[in-house]
């Protein structure tokens, strides 16, 4: 709705209505943070993003989820099938969503064997695996009969790369497999990211930012063991790493879901609630170019 009022309204008028639905949303923020009420409503069903791979073939400048600095990482198996087993348990193997992503996810080489074990763990719920649509074309039968046997979906997003749609969508009706691009966009239609910056000076106000940050409690992972309220406290190692930082990431940033006394009530409240990496974030986004990363931290704070 967003994406199609902005086509369809004058850009002053549209820059107007932005301003004023901002600063609506900074009032009612303030009021909650005065009357200490909930900033997030907690989730009634969990939906959550396991990230097959760290790296990406390709090379998006100020990718949010860090791919292009990323070192070649996999997703190890042994772990993931401990952890979603775990997870399942603790949610009476039910979800809203499960996204496999990454990076790019279509690069982990038993990504079948990651596809099974969400739908072992959680009979309930849809599973989407999330890529960019270069390597669709090439998967093998097996692939495409594993989506269909255990009922999941294909999400592409729109970049404006070369792949070959046509064949992407006739593999996946050959084999009843549902193919979608994603956030409701259109084929090649992305050709601007939105960055929300790191704020190196650590200085932001976190309540704020949880409150207004659109990542916050809806971009949940599950990674080595822990659920991540947000893309930015899952990766944000690769962006110390490869630039020399130190931003700390502590256990007060995720959820340890082998914790003896963790419940699922307990990590949905959580995941509702602000973390110290908040105060990382700097929400005054900017929309950018798509295009190719150089890998200078400019594109990143």
């Known amino acids: 709705m967003k994406a199609f009022f902005r086509k369809i309204l004058p850009s002053p008028l549209w820059q107007i209505l932005h301003k004023a639905k901002a600063a609506v949303n900074n009032f009612i923020i303030d009021i909650k943070i005065l009357l200490h009420m909930p900033l997030k409503k907690k989730r009634a069903l969990l939906g959550f993003r396991i990230r097959a791979a760290e790296h990406c073939n390709l090379n998006c400048k100020g990718c949010n989820n860090f791919a292009p600095i990323a070192e070649p990482e996999f997703i190890d198996l042994n772990e993931l099938q401990r952890d979603i087993e775990r997870l399942g348990e603790l949610f009476g193997h039910k979800c809203d969503y499960i996204y496999i992503t990454g990076g790019e996810a279509l690069l982990h080489p038993e990504l079948t064997s990651i596809m099974r074990l969400a739908r072992t763990s959680f009979s309930t719920g849809d599973i989407y695996v999330f890529s960019n649509g270069i390597l669709l074309s090439q998967q093998t039968d097996d692939f495409w009969n594993s989506c269909r046997e255990h009922n999941i979906n294909i999400i592409c997003t729109a970049y404006p790369i070369n792949i070959n749609v046509e064949a992407i969508r006739a593999k996946a009706k050959a084999f009843g497999v549902e193919f979608e691009w994603a956030w409701g966009q259109k084929e090649h239609e992305i050709n601007t990211f939105v960055i929300e910056p790191i704020n190196l000076a650590g200085n932001s106000n976190i309540k704020k930012n949880f409150a207004s940050c659109i990542r916050a409690n809806n971009c949940v992972y599950l990674s080595h063991g ?67 990363s150089k890998h200078e931290i400019s594109e990143w704070v």
């Open 226 to 292: 822990r659920m991540y309220t947000c893309s930015f406290s899952v990766t944000l190692r690769h962006f110390n790493k490869y630039f020399g930082k130190n931003i700390p990431i502590t256990e007060a940033d995720s959820i340890n879901i082998y914790d003896e006394h963790i419940t699922s009530d307990e990590i949905m409240r959580r995941l509702s609630e602000p973390i110290p990496l908040c105060r990382y974030c700097n929400l005054k986004r900017r929309i950018i170019d798509w295009g190719v």
